[in-house]
């Protein structure tokens, strides 16, 4: 049966909160556990299959790779999601790993599109280390897709969903995107169930193809019975080197004879740090110090204008709202990209946050002009008008650069607090350094 939202496991100490996902195979809960005050993730079997002639088998399974991956976490790896136990609740199999917060590669790539080489080969190589570990405790994960590689916010990927829940299919998760995750699977494993460690090179191949092209790779069952052919990742991006170029290639060889043989050995030839610098380091966020300076600084002379010509309420509020309205070009921007269109429209709504400041600006100086006549009202409104669409020139820019590194949130809040904080400088400049 399936837990509601509240249902306690252990006599209290695990309290269901949403079910993550649920499948032919198997159910995944999000919970609570109530002693540590800490989300965890548990997985069960689905009892609707009990009557499968094959339940058994598949109970048997999920207990013996439960129990493997419990010793694995015994000595943890950075980049495998940890294990906390395995019980039974009633005639239920549970077990109860770690929650990785953060996003996945599909989320990140949806979100950023294609990733720089050198991040993303980092990612990988992260991965295979892990899938090595799995390997060498005769495991194979057979999905090691973009949606089951969580990206921690320090720079690490960590592998998620083994091979006990392959089935499950997130509950937000549409028939596009399940039919997205079929691209990543060598035919064998489609066509035979193979579960050979091969079969997880290709996935992870196929993963750096599209995390380095932002488009998914060709399906495997296409190639093979359509001979439908899988375009070189460099068709796509030019910049991306000969040595990877092949070394994706290599490991998406459609027939698994033909792929490296051993997970350490694609990871060999995926390793040539003289293509990428620093392929190894962790990921930095980058802030471009420059576009903010120059937001921040064109956001205080707004500031310092308004004080300047004593503005009333009205005015400062416009220019708030109008800071607000320019940040919110992060979200338009983030629906829109990667479309060749996404620049012009993020910039379309950051100008209309901009005419709000300039708005209030022009106002503002226009009343305190207003007996020097209606030329020198029209040049204030111009003034202002091109000072605002130059504040949102430079928050578009500072946009581009934040959201490589900070979620659409968080460079909302980085630039309409860069904006605001601009205008209270430049009534603090004015009202205590122009004496």
Known sequence: MTWGIGQELQGGKYVIEQILGQGGFGITYKALQVNLNRPVVIKTPNEYLNHDPEYDKYIERFIAEGQTLARLSQDPHPHIVGVIELFQEGNTHCLVMEFVPGENLFQAVKRRG????????????????????????????????????????????????????????????????????????????????????RVDIYCLAASLYYGITGQNPTNSLARKLDNEPLIPPREIISSISDGLNRAILNGMALEAKDRPQSMQSWLEILSYKSSIPNADTEIARTIPWVSLTILLLLSSLMGYILTAVNAPFLSWALAVAGA????SMVVVGDVARPRAGAVALALGVAVAGAVAVAVAVAVAVAEALAVAGAGARAGAGAGAV????????????????LEKSFSKDHTFLILTGTSNLGLGLGWIVHKFFTR
Request: proline share 5%; no cysteine; hydrophobic share 45%.
């Open 114 to 197: 294609a990733l720089p080489a050198a991040e993303i080969v980092t990612y990988i190589r992260q991965i295979g280390q892990a899938l090595m570990v799995v390997h060498q405790a005769g495991l194979v994960h057979r999905d090691a897709h973009p949606g089951n590689i969580m990206l921690r916010s320090n720079g690490k990927a960590v592998l998620i969903d083994f091979g006990i829940a392959k089935q499950i299919i997130p509950a937000t998760q549409s028939s596009t995107d399940k039919a997205a995750h079929e691209r990543f699977a060598p035919y064998e494993q489609r066509y035979k169930g193979s579960r050979d460690p």
């Open 324 to 327: 607000v309205l320019g940040g």
């Open 386 to 401: 091109a000072g605002a669409v130059a504040w949102a020139v430079a928050g578009v820019g500072a946009s581009h650069h």
